[in-house]
Nanobody, 117 residues
Protein backbone atom coordinates (compact mmCIF):
# COMPACT_ATOMS: atom_id res chain seq x y z
CA UNK A 1 0.00 0.00 0.00
CA UNK A 2 1.40 3.35 -1.05
CA UNK A 3 1.48 6.07 1.57
CA UNK A 4 2.55 9.67 1.09
CA UNK A 5 3.26 12.26 3.74
CA UNK A 6 3.93 15.94 3.17
CA UNK A 7 6.18 17.92 5.50
CA UNK A 8 7.50 21.44 5.66
CA UNK A 9 6.92 24.84 7.23
CA UNK A 10 3.37 25.98 7.67
CA UNK A 11 4.25 29.66 7.42
CA UNK A 12 6.37 31.32 4.76
CA UNK A 13 7.06 35.02 4.31
CA UNK A 14 6.35 36.79 1.03
CA UNK A 15 9.20 36.70 -1.50
CA UNK A 16 10.75 33.65 0.15
CA UNK A 17 10.95 30.13 -1.25
CA UNK A 18 8.47 27.54 -0.11
CA UNK A 19 9.97 24.08 0.27
CA UNK A 20 7.94 20.93 0.95
CA UNK A 21 8.95 17.29 1.06
CA UNK A 22 6.85 14.24 0.29
CA UNK A 23 7.99 11.02 1.93
CA UNK A 24 6.76 7.91 0.19
CA UNK A 25 6.41 4.48 1.75
CA UNK A 26 5.21 1.19 0.37
CA UNK A 27 6.83 1.63 -3.04
CA UNK A 28 10.02 3.02 -4.47
CA UNK A 29 9.69 6.36 -6.25
CA UNK A 30 11.83 4.85 -9.01
CA UNK A 31 9.32 2.08 -9.71
CA UNK A 32 8.70 1.79 -13.42
CA UNK A 33 5.88 4.09 -14.61
CA UNK A 34 5.23 5.56 -11.18
CA UNK A 35 5.18 9.35 -11.43
CA UNK A 36 4.78 11.79 -8.56
CA UNK A 37 2.89 15.05 -8.43
CA UNK A 38 2.37 18.17 -6.38
CA UNK A 39 -1.11 19.67 -6.27
CA UNK A 40 -2.50 22.54 -4.25
CA UNK A 41 -5.85 23.99 -3.29
CA UNK A 42 -6.16 27.63 -2.32
CA UNK A 43 -9.01 28.73 -0.05
CA UNK A 44 -12.27 28.73 -1.93
CA UNK A 45 -10.69 27.44 -5.13
CA UNK A 46 -10.35 24.15 -6.94
CA UNK A 47 -7.40 21.82 -7.14
CA UNK A 48 -4.41 23.13 -9.07
CA UNK A 49 -1.87 20.71 -10.50
CA UNK A 50 1.63 22.16 -10.07
CA UNK A 51 3.90 19.60 -11.65
CA UNK A 52 5.34 16.14 -11.47
CA UNK A 53 8.53 14.14 -11.49
CA UNK A 54 8.70 10.82 -13.25
CA UNK A 55 10.26 7.58 -12.08
CA UNK A 56 13.27 8.48 -14.24
CA UNK A 57 13.61 11.95 -12.75
CA UNK A 58 12.12 13.91 -15.63
CA UNK A 59 10.01 16.87 -14.57
CA UNK A 60 7.04 18.74 -16.02
CA UNK A 61 5.46 21.86 -14.62
CA UNK A 62 2.27 23.84 -14.92
CA UNK A 63 2.82 26.62 -17.46
CA UNK A 64 1.42 29.16 -15.04
CA UNK A 65 3.98 28.23 -12.38
CA UNK A 66 6.91 27.12 -14.51
CA UNK A 67 9.06 30.15 -13.79
CA UNK A 68 8.78 29.61 -10.01
CA UNK A 69 8.42 25.90 -9.38
CA UNK A 70 10.97 23.11 -9.14
CA UNK A 71 10.51 19.46 -8.23
CA UNK A 72 13.40 17.22 -7.30
CA UNK A 73 13.92 13.90 -5.60
CA UNK A 74 16.15 12.03 -3.19
CA UNK A 75 15.96 8.39 -4.13
CA UNK A 76 18.05 7.33 -1.12
CA UNK A 77 15.32 8.69 1.15
CA UNK A 78 12.41 7.84 -1.16
CA UNK A 79 11.35 11.47 -1.12
CA UNK A 80 10.49 14.15 -3.63
CA UNK A 81 10.53 17.85 -2.97
CA UNK A 82 8.66 20.94 -4.14
CA UNK A 83 10.23 24.37 -4.22
CA UNK A 84 8.17 27.44 -5.10
CA UNK A 85 10.06 30.71 -5.25
CA UNK A 86 8.97 34.31 -4.79
CA UNK A 87 5.81 33.37 -2.95
CA UNK A 88 2.95 35.79 -2.38
CA UNK A 89 -0.18 35.53 -0.25
CA UNK A 90 -1.88 34.06 -3.33
CA UNK A 91 0.27 30.96 -2.80
CA UNK A 92 -1.51 30.26 0.48
CA UNK A 93 -3.04 26.82 0.05
CA UNK A 94 -3.17 23.23 1.17
CA UNK A 95 -0.39 21.42 -0.66
CA UNK A 96 -0.72 17.75 -1.56
CA UNK A 97 1.66 15.23 -2.99
CA UNK A 98 0.31 12.34 -4.97
CA UNK A 99 1.05 9.25 -7.01
CA UNK A 100 0.21 9.86 -10.63
CA UNK A 101 0.23 12.79 -12.98
CA UNK A 102 -3.06 14.17 -14.21
CA UNK A 103 -4.98 11.41 -12.47
CA UNK A 104 -3.88 10.92 -8.88
CA UNK A 105 -4.15 7.38 -7.55
CA UNK A 106 -2.97 8.01 -3.99
CA UNK A 107 -2.89 11.26 -2.04
CA UNK A 108 -1.01 12.55 0.93
CA UNK A 109 -3.11 14.10 3.67
CA UNK A 110 -2.06 17.60 2.66
CA UNK A 111 -0.24 20.33 4.50
CA UNK A 112 -1.44 23.89 5.02
CA UNK A 113 0.95 26.63 3.97
CA UNK A 114 0.23 30.25 4.76
CA UNK A 115 2.18 33.02 3.10
CA UNK A 116 2.21 36.03 5.38
CA UNK A 117 4.60 38.50 6.88
Amino acid sequence: QVQLQESGPGLVKPSQTLSLTCTVSGVSITTNRYDWSWIRQAPGKGLEWMGFITYTGTTMYSPSLKSRVSISRDTSKNQFTLQLSSVTPEDTAVYYCGLGTFQIESWGQGTQVIVSS
